[in-house]
């Protein structure tokens, strides 16, 4: 996929998310500028951005612009989980081949019949909306994973017992760590399991409070039809709390239908809830729990736009996937990314929409505040962590991994600027566009 995008044309000028139909376009102007007002003034802004400096245009020293820095820390592991759990790992992975970050083309992967792999662009013009997600009735809900940067909200099993408890409502509470196991296989932590045809993956550990909810065997929840859940936009998302944690359900796929049918180890209640079904019934709740008939649209609206608007208002945002291989990072973060400047895809991802976003809002901000000839000026580095040493992506001198291995930057931390990476390479960016040939630059 990434050795086909030819169509990434640096700085083209050309953004495509101005033509007033892009769906991720803030579609009133003073909705968005109203919520960066509405910003928690209590809440101390990081030390980031909005700083005054001269304008690079004009010279005068009254004439200011915001230079904005991007201080991304994108992390991979180069490892994967144990791969003892063959079936949780999609046919997909295993028959071809990935580029740096894991991404495989969309034309490499067999097998996948939903909805998500369809070619919309055949009867899509350019920056259409994105046809309703159908209600997928042959692919059951299987695997949870989610973009998250915590612990769960607490939740409680019993021993044989089916049993659901609701503990604390903040995610920013580490819940009970105390862990009674269910009988025969508990879910374990960050650890996936397969018993008795269903294929369990939740990662989080389970406490031992609990309230029976019933003592009959659970039920093997296999039916072909999954409820859908409507996600409710919040526009207080990052407001209210620093830390939120969204679960998305992926359909299952070709391999793990033919090994399984319809089996799968969760069900889904609510917008906010998933039951593994295990020998003791367990209930996670979230932020969100996104069913599998949550478009990216949908995913992008709920989590990804209220980030975008919380960087307008000072703040820092940071968004990671965490997930077992397979399980739909890549797909939630990246997506389809093709044709980006002409044909986006309905299928594009959080990381294409949340730039398309971005740059609409900076552009909009601009020419609201022409009066005060307003700049924004955009730099994106790329690095890794990984073993605790730090590597610039983008440096042209990354040419291998014995040179990487010599290329380490310090984590420095300036009263003025926050933290940063010495002498990280920075680019200027004006568009999505721009982001995304970076990410594949990086990626290679
Ligand atoms: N919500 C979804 N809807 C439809 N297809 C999905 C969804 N999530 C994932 N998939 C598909 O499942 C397959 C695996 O997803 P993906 O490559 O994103 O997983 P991953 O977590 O990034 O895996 P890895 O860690 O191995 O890179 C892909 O073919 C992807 O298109």
Known sequence: ?????????????????????????????????????????????????????????????????????NQKTPSKGHTK???????????????????????????????????ESRDYSLNQGPFQLPPPA???????????????????????????ASSVHSGTSSTQSTPTKSVTKPMFNGVSNSRATQCGGTVRAMNFLVSSKGIPLSSAAPPVYASAEVPHFELKEDPSFWMDHNVQVVIRVRPINNMERS??????????????SITWIGQSETRFMFDYVA?????????????????????????????????????????TMLGEINDLELRPSANRGMTPRIFEFLFARIKAEE??????????SCKCSFLEIYNEQITDLLNPSFTNLLVALHCHWQIREDPRKGVYVENLTEYEVENVVDILQLLIQASH
């Open 367 to 376: 020419e609201s505040r022409r009066d005060e000839k307003l700049q924004y």
């Open 1 to 69: 996929m990434l050795r086909d995008l030819k169509i990434f044309r640096r700085n083209s000028g050309k953004n495509p998310t101005n033509d007033g139909n892009n769906e991720n376009l803030p579609a009133d102007q003073t909705v968005s500028s109203a919520s960066q007002e509405e910003a928690d003034p209590s809440r101390p802004p990081f030390s980031t951005i909005q700083e005054p400096v001269r304008n690079r245009n004009s010279g005068s020293d009254q004439e200011t612009y915001f230079r904005r820095r």
């Open 134 to 160: 159908p209600l997928i009735a042959s692919h059951p809900l299987n695997i949870g994973n989610g973009y998250c940067a915590a612990t769960p909200r607490s939740f409680t099993t019993g021993g044989k």
């Open 259 to 272: 090994l399984q049918g319809y089996s799968r180890c969760i069900k889904q209640e609510s917008a906010q």
């Open 291 to 331: 069913c599998e008939t949550v478009n990216q649209e949908m995913l992008f609206r709920v989590a990804g736009l209220p980030m975008v608007e919380n960087c307008m208002s000072g703040y820092n945002s940071c968004v990671f996937a965490y997930g077992q291989t397979g399980s739909g990072k890549t797909h």
């Open 81 to 115: 989980g144990p791969d003892q759990f063959f079936q949780l790992r999609t046919p997909e992975k295993l028959a071809v081949g990935k580029g740096k970050f894991g991404w495989v083309p969309k034309s490499e992967q067999p097998g996948l019949t939903s909805p």
